[in-house]
């Protein structure tokens, strides 16, 4: 039983209620997304991750070393390799050989959408429509990605799999939240300046694989941006790493201190060792759409967080601070640092990336602040923002 309710807030749309107390650090649900995806970059650089959960599927020590790009760094405590009990069950699905963690994933891909949408054969084939698709994105699309049409091309086979398609399409409207006006800053920020001519080049493109009549009421031109739209504005990240789960692991080992200063002195040289070829992308990346979590609007003062502690999709939403029966369950769309920055500096992340003015607490005590941004750099992009827009 969840302990919430899902409200229609006047003048700012869904929220999400606690319907009791919940505790600082409590688990107020878990979810499952409705669908995910890994980036299509973060594939093709060889981020080895089921195709179904995300969970990694590589050792602690072939992920350092194809990280480092050095196939002689060592990692020590291999006996706490996140990966090591899970090797045993990697397997892959037998016709298109894509590599799924376990059984139980291949066996819920083949449920769920894997039957019509595997390629076979032709999964390599470079002129196949879906991979045509795939291709076409990545050129509009470059890291750090924020979204992939593969979470398109999921739904796609989830809709043409699915036996009670009504239901199906009821779940995917009820992401669909867009305000008049918003589409072009959405497609603007996932696709970049030039967006009107990429958007009409992967229309052809998606049109052009998906060409079947079962799937005419997705390949009108509104119909795709709208799909467009659920997947900039509802997706969320999702980040796995077994070297991170091994840092976490080895971190809370019962050491003698001089052991744990060794110890993390190791771990800071294996991350300057990575951080040297790899850069700042160190994890299996992607994104989902979650019926639940999607519905948590944003706050520069969130009480609760979003958090994947089993290493795969599964996302955990975690209590921060104490709620109370009543108040509205919120959520940062921000890091730590972007939170600690000036009004004007959040709000232009949010506005861009998210297409909404935050009227939180922390917000309104603060409009009195100069709109200048926490580098005291002038931005003029501020200038048309317009404060009637949706605002959380």
Known sequence: ???????????????????????????????????????????????????HCMR????????VRRLASDPKVEVPLLQHDPTAAWVAQFTHCPRCKVSYCSEDCLMEAQKRYHRVACMGAFRLDDTHPINVLNETWK???????????????????????????SEFLEQLQSFQALIVNREQKIYHKMLGENFENQMEQLYRAF???????????????????TLMGIMGTNSQGIATSVLAQWVAKVSDLPLPEADKAQLDTVIDEIYAKVGEFAGEF?????????????????????????TFPYSNDIVVLKALTPIQEGDEICISYLDECQLERSRHSRHKVLRENYIF???????????????????????????????????N
């Not at 929220?15 to 594939?43: D, L, R, Y």
């Open 1 to 51: 039983m969840n302990h919430f309710e899902i409200r229609e807030i006047p003048g700012k749309g869904r929220a999400m209620i606690a319907t009791k107390n919940f505790a600082a650090n409590e688990v107020i649900f878990e979810e499952e997304p409705f669908v995910s995806s890994q980036f299509s970059w973060n594939t093709a650089y060889g981020y080895a991750a089921c195709d």
């Open 56 to 63: 990694p599927l590589e050792t602690v020590l072939q992920n």
């Open 139 to 165: 050129k509009m699309h470059y890291p750090p990605e924020t979204g992939t049409i593969m979470l398109i091309v999921r739904l796609m086979a989830m809709y043409q799999q699915s036996a009670k398609k």
């Open 207 to 225: 049109c052009h694989a998906f060409a079947g009549e079962e799937f005419a009421a997705f390949t009108t031109p509104d119909a795709f941006k």
């Open 282 to 306: 160190l994890n299996n990346e992607g994104s989902g759409l979650y019926l639940l979590q999607s519905k948590i609007n944003h706050s520069c003062v969130p009480n609760s967080c979003s």
């Open 357 to 391: 003015v935050c009227q939180c607490p922390k917000c309104r005590a603060q409009a009195s602040d100069p709109d200048e941004t926490s580098d005291e750099e002038d931005d003029d992009e501020m200038d048309d923002y317009d404060e009637d827009d949706d605002m």
